[in-house]
């Protein structure tokens, strides 16, 4: 069964606009977050990842909120460009080791100029 | 620092062939993953590799398999190939465990 289910499956946002992508899981023993962006005919690029200890992670353009209690997690694109426009998928991984990742589906995110 | 290197970019096999994938991790890296990622099941877990040893296997027929050598380099075997086994496979390191996964390009295998 998917260990961590995302939403949206796609998503249109204008430039300048704020992306958001949601996450939730139901294995407590995920205590590994991490979210990557991949562009057509590339591998997939860690953009930012959260622990379990904060609820808040900002990087740049990017945060991820974390809700423990609600076991849901999301990215935030503040300020969408178009070069941000890709799949993103969020990931959960637990105590054997961060390489052993449970992906979301990914969400096809588009901005529009 | 150079990146995790996957080769070949692309191969095209014949049902019931085998295949060899290579994956050289980030300098100093000791942990090797495999994934497959395929339109329906997205990104799935193969196997995972630290030191030569094998630490964790996805939910995978017997048929794929791997190895890593003592320079942390890594080789994924795919035998009696099917055409459901088309997909880009991907090769994530990290330096330890626990800490984040760098993935490679992705060799992009078709099945014949």
């Known amino acids: 069964q998917q260990q961590v289910k995302q939403s949206p499956q796609s998503l249109i946002v204008q430039k300048g606009g704020i992306s958001i992508i949601n996450c939730a899981y139901e294995n407590t023993a995920f205590d590994y977050f991490p979210w990557y962006q991949q562009f057509p005919g590339k591998g997939p690029a860690l953009l930012i990842a959260i622990r379990p200890d904060v609820s808040e992670k900002k990087e740049g353009r990017f945060t991820i909120s974390f809700n423990k209690s609600a076991k849901q997690f999301s990215l935030h694109i503040m300020d969408s460009q178009p070069g941000d426009s890709a799949t993103y998928f969020c990931?959960?991984?637990?105590?054997?080791?961060?390489?052993?990742?449970?992906f979301g589906t990914g969400t096809r995110l588009t901005v529009i100029p | 620092k150079a990146g995790v290197t996957q080769t070949p970019r692309y191969l095209i096999k014949t049902r019931g062939q085998q295949v060899t994938l290579s994956c050289s991790p980030i300098?100093?890296?000791?942990?090797v993953s495999w994934y497959q990622q395929t339109p329906g099941q997205g990104l799935q877990f193969l196997f995972e590799y630290f030191s030569e040893t094998q630490r964790n296997k996805g939910n995978f027929p017997g048929r794929f398999s791997g190895r890593q050598f003592s320079n942390s380099r890594s080789e994924m075997n795919v035998s009696t190939l099917e055409l459901g086994d088309s997909a880009l496979y991907l090769c994530a390191s990290s330096p330890w465990a626990g800490t984040e996964a760098f993935f490679g390009q992705g060799t992009r295998l078709t099945v014949v």
């Open positions: 990931a959960a991984s637990g105590l054997t080791g961060a390489n052993n990742l449970f």
């Open positions: 300098s100093g890296h000791r942990s």
